[in-house]
């Protein structure tokens, strides 16, 4: 069984400081990860995701994870916020079919001038 | 650039209505999921298909929800009779039906039953 936890339901960051959103998983086999964005009135889209390889994955808008086996997680950190980044973030997981799959409660982001 | 398609937009309809909200997947995509989102509930899945066939609408209200791939290129979900408990943004999203796979998201259909 797989389950995703996101701590923290709301995050508020000043403009230029390190932005850390916090996702941890469980599952009984080797995981997808990914990180969603959803901007005010619009669907989710992809910021990026770990299917195999090197665990610090970068994705678009300068925001990158890195996936932890040991502590099951894969926190979304950017290192300076930027006004255009309020939104809400989702951590979701996935098994090799994609049969089973899991979003967490998502992260709202407020970026304060 | 492909996209996914969802019609309407906005629905305002009264108690009891019928529903319709349809969803266009992005072309050659095999997996199509329905999702509903609320303040109090957050994103939830109602259910996914993959090459047309359900694979999973255990979070869908069977009594009074339905969704259905009538081919490749269209998916609905309807509601009848709609409650006012059911105003919400519903999503569609696609893909490639693969663990590794990108879900792409419509922009929603924003329902509201009064």
């Known amino acids: 069984a797989q389950s995703v936890t996101q701590l923290g339901s709301h995050v508020s960051v000043s403009e230029g400081a390190l932005v850390l959103l916090r996702c941890n998983y469980s599952?009984?086999?080797?995981?997808?990860l990914f990180w969603y964005v959803q901007y005010p009135n619009q669907g989710l889209q992809l910021l990026l995701k770990?299917?195999?390889?090197?665990?610090l994955v970068k994705g678009i808008n300068g925001f990158e994870a890195e996936f932890k086996k040991s502590e099951t997680s894969f926190h979304l950190t950017k290192p300076s916020a930027h006004m255009s980044d309020a939104a809400e973030y989702f951590c979701?997981?996935?098994?090799?079919?994609?049969?089973?799959?899991?979003f967490g409660t998502g992260t709202s982001l407020t970026v304060i001038p | 650039d492909a996209r996914v398609t969802q019609t309407p937009r906005h629905k305002v309809t009264e108690m009891g209505q019928e529903v319709t909200m349809r969803c266009q997947p992005i072309?050659?995509?095999?997996?199509v999921f329905w999702y509903r989102q609320t303040m109090m509930q957050g994103l939830e899945l109602l259910a996914y298909?993959?090459?047309?066939?359900?694979?999973?609408d255990s979070g869908m209200p069977k009594d009074r929800f339905s969704a259905e791939m009538p081919d490749a290129t269209l998916a609905t979900l309807k509601i009848q009779p709609s409650e006012p408990r059911d105003s919400a943004v519903y999503f569609c999203?696609?893909?490639?039906?693969?663990?590794?796979?990108?879900?792409?998201f419509g922009p929603g259909t924003r329902l509201t039953v009064l």
């Open positions: 298909f993959r090459n047309r066939a359900p694979l999973d």
């Open positions: 979701a997981v996935s098994d090799s079919t994609g049969n089973q799959f899991y």
């Open positions: 599952s009984s086999v080797p995981p997808y």
């Open positions: 999203a696609s893909g490639l039906g693969t663990g590794v796979d990108t879900q792409y």
């Open positions: 770990y299917t195999t390889g090197a665990t």
């Open positions: 072309l050659g995509h095999n997996t």
